[in-house]
């Protein structure tokens, strides 16, 4: 056997959504057989991987002062003791904006979009003699998928990308622009994943995908064959998998909220009742001007249907507002819709004006001060709301997959089946175990609780 590679020190900082947190995953796996092994900080890193978003334009322009400050770190490693830090940027960021990030900011070593990663360690290697590659521009995920190296889950809860880019052109959207198409991963590829995933001690999968509900593979057979298509049929093939005991998706389109899938939300246990399905205004002639392809009323109408199908679901969303064009009844029309849904959750954002996406030129563009002022409204309303969901579940019995420990001596925190926090004094044994907790107490972000007998599982 040869000897093992020296170790090397490497730092993954991620902005954005849950995509990004799987691909720094898998970027530590890729350089793992290099001899890097993970740090908390970036002071000591040989590599750091800075991994981007770029939906917003404060997520963008982030990157470029996190780099400054990384810059300094760089210079200041060298001075000291000689030392060669290795500066990367990933993500969506160095996707659009790879030769601006090469130019504004002379410390990056590397740039790499996501479609790249599988080549990370080559690009790596080649950077050490020469500066400047960038590696981003064509999309080819299924190269990257078939390419990435074995999982190494170091939880009880994953997340698992079965589905990357978008096809619909929301007119706000950078996405479809900055990460392709839709293209869907194969269930075989997928289930192997997930099997290995639960051999692992996984208990909950998170299915990802810009656009997840739109996941149809080659060959699929569509909403008609057995196990209803698409992503109805992938969650029921996962849950038939021993150990894997919860299964969540996100993010959704209210377009592709299929019947199957409705209804596999009512007939698949494992499918947890939290659905986080973006709508993002409530007024009709806004949504058109997004180019959404739905109303506020077929939106009502599918949250009625998956209700019926799963009555205790919990709905979360996106909003945004200040989209051009937005007045005061269109907001209002928002703030209708969800107290209509008493969303459970949700993300709010100020529309941001992204360079090349048709909203960026349209008229009536809105002040900043009036945005500022409806996101304090939406939010009051949503914070609300939340605060009233958490508390409804008080007095309940949840089943809570404890996933570590808290930040107290002897108490634990995990997940309801509705996505909220739980904190409970619990054994360290029972990290990785469903157990029934009666809830006690609710805050806006969190639950606490305490244990029942009996269990749910054997203690
Ligand atoms: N401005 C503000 N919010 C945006 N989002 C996407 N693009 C923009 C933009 N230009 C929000 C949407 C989407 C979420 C991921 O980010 O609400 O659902
Ligand atoms: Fe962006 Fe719309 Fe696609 Fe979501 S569905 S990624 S908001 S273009």
């Known amino acids: 056997m040869s000897d093992p590679a020296p170790t090397k020190r490497l730092f993954i900082k991620t902005n954005g959504c849950q995509m990004n947190v799987y691909d720094s995953e898998r970027m530590a796996d890729v350089l793992a057989p290099l001899g890097y092994a993970m740090t908390d900080t970036p002071d000591q890193a040989d590599l750091v991987v800075l991994n981007t978003c770029h939906i917003r334009e404060k997520a963008t322009e982030k990157v470029y002062s996190e780099l400054g400050k990384l810059k300094e770190l760089k210079q200041a490693r060298a001075a000291a003791d000689g030392a060669v830090m290795t500066i990367a940027v990933a993500g969506c960021v160095a996707q659009a904006e790879g030769e601006e990030i090469m130019r504004r900011q002379p410390a990056v070593d590397l740039v790499v979009g996501p479609q790249a990663y599988h080549q990370l360690h080559e690009l790596i290697a080649r950077t050490h003699r020469a500066r400047g590659e960038r590696l981003a521009a064509d999309f080819a995920p299924q190269e990257k998928f078939d390419a990435l190296p074995q999982r190494r889950p170091g939880g009880v809860t994953a997340f698992l990308t079965v589905q990357e880019g978008c096809d619909k052109f929301c007119t706000f959207c950078v996405v479809p622009y900055t990460r392709g198409g839709e293209y869907s991963r194969a269930p075989q590829a997928i289930e192997a994943e997930a099997r290995d995933l639960a051999a692992h001690g996984v208990r909950e999968v998170t299915l990802l995908g810009q656009n997840v509900n739109a996941y149809s593979p080659p060959n699929d057979q569509g909403p008609n ?19 894997l005991d919860r299964i969540r998706y996100t993010t959704s389109h209210p377009r592709d909220m299929d019947e199957a899938l409705i209804a596999a939300h009512g007939e698949v246990a494992e499918l947890m009742p939290y659905l986080h399905l973006p709508v993002q205004s409530g007024s009709d002639r806004i949504l058109k001007a997004m180019n959404r ?12 249907a998956i209700r019926a199908a799963r009555p205790d679901i919990a709905i979360s969303g996106d909003f945004i507002v200040g989209f051009p064009g937005e007045r005061d009844s269109d907001f209002e029309a928002t703030l209708a819709l969800v107290r209509e849904v008493g969303h459970a959750s949700a993300f709010s954002f100020k529309y941001s004006r992204r360079p090349g996406t048709p909203a960026a030129a349209m008229p009536g ?39 570590r420990k808290g930040r ?11 996505l909220q926090a739980v904190h409970a004094l619990a054994p360290d044994r029972m990290i990785g175990q469903i157990v029934a907790v009666r809830i006690e107490a609710a805050a806006r972000m969190s639950l606490a609780g305490a244990l029942v007998q009996p269990q749910l599982e054997p203690a």
């Open 408 to 418: 107290h001596p002897g108490q634990l925190i995990g997940r309801s089946p509705y």
């Open 293 to 304: 392809a739905h109303t506020a009323q077929s939106y009502l109408k599918t949250i009625a």
């Open 225 to 243: 064959d057995k196990e209803g298509g698409g992503l109805a049929a992938l969650v029921r093939r996962l849950a038939k998998i021993p150990g």
């Open 365 to 403: 563009q809105v002040a900043e001060a009036v945005k500022d002022e409806r996101l304090a409204r939406l939010n009051a309303l949503l914070d609300a709301q939340a605060r009233a969901f958490n508390e409804s579940q008080v007095g309940r019995v949840l089943p809570v997959l404890f996933e």
